[in-house]
T-cell receptor, first 115, second 115 residues
Framework: SQELEQSPQSLIVQEGKNLTINCTSS?????LYWYKQKYGEGLIFLMM?????EEKSHEKITAKLDEKKQQSSLHITASQPSHAGIYLC???????????????FGQGTILTVHP | EAGVAQSPRYKIIEKRQSVAFWCNPI?????LYWYQQILGQGPKLLIQ????????DSQLPKDRFSAERLKGVDSTLKIQPAKLEDSAVYLC?????????????FGPGTRLTVT
């Protein structure tokens, strides 16, 4: 089984709608990173969460990490065609307050936004 | 500042041939990563360098894959001989330090097709 599960695998929404992508780990994490990827391109960093209960926002994208540091959600408000792409969560599986220094990625969520 | 550079962007080879990819990380970044991303999956770490030393190569198929980072700057990843299942995007990333919480900066990737 995957160490990091993302859901849903794909999402099709109408422009202007809100949406949420989830990322779940079976272990407590040191940190959780969200990236966006356009087809055929590299990963673009969105946000990093490290503290339990932490929440960060950038423009219309909000990411949260639960208190146990095992689940994260990425929420997009009033989606736009520019939000389309593949969203990836990457986890630093370090425990006991120590970073592993490497990321384990979920399988990604493909987001399509129809105008 | 300049981002992570990779070349070539695309490569098509026949099975059993050899191929090499090049990566130039962000200036001053001590840590360099090579990931393999198969279509429909998240990136999987192949090897991590700290300066010119290997930190983690536990998921590198050492019978056919090799990587080096001479002088702690540029890096090359080689596959010899290639198999059909090696078709993927090979991503290079760099980070200022070996352990978090620091963002990994990704290059555009090299798309390899093995026929």
């Amino acid at each position: 089984s995957q160490e990091l599960e993302q859901s849903p695998q794909s999402l099709i929404v109408q422009e202007g709608k809100n949406l949420t992508i989830n990322c779940t780990s079976s272990k407590t994490l040191y940190g959780l990173y969200w990236y966006k990827q356009k087809y055929g391109e590299g990963l673009i960093f969105l946000m990093m969460l490290q503290k339990g209960g932490e929440e960060k926002s950038h423009e219309k994208i909000t990411a949260k990490l639960d208190e146990k540091k095992q689940q994260s959600s990425l929420h997009i408000t009033a989606s736009q065609p520019s939000h389309a792409g593949i969203y990836l969560c990457g986890a630093d599986m370090g425990a006991g307050g120590t970073s592993y220094g490497k990321l384990t990625f979920g399988q990604g969520t493909i987001l399509t936004v129809h105008p | 500042e300049a981002g992570v550079a990779q070349s070539p962007r695309y490569k098509i080879i026949e099975k059993r041939q050899s191929v090499a990819f090049w990566c130039n990380p962000i200036s001053g970044h001590a840590t360099l990563y090579w990931y393999q991303q198969i279509l429909g999956q998240g990136p999987k770490l192949l090897i991590q360098f700290q300066n010119n030393g290997v930190v983690d190569d536990s998921q590198l198929p050492k019978d056919r894959f090799s990587a080096e980072r001479l002088k702690g700057v540029d890096s090359t990843l080689k596959i010899q001989p290639a198999k059909l299942e090696d078709s993927a995007v090979y991503l290079c990333a760099s980070s200022p330090f070996a352990r978090g919480p620091y963002e990994q900066y990704f290059g555009p990737g090299t798309r390899l097709t093995v026929t």
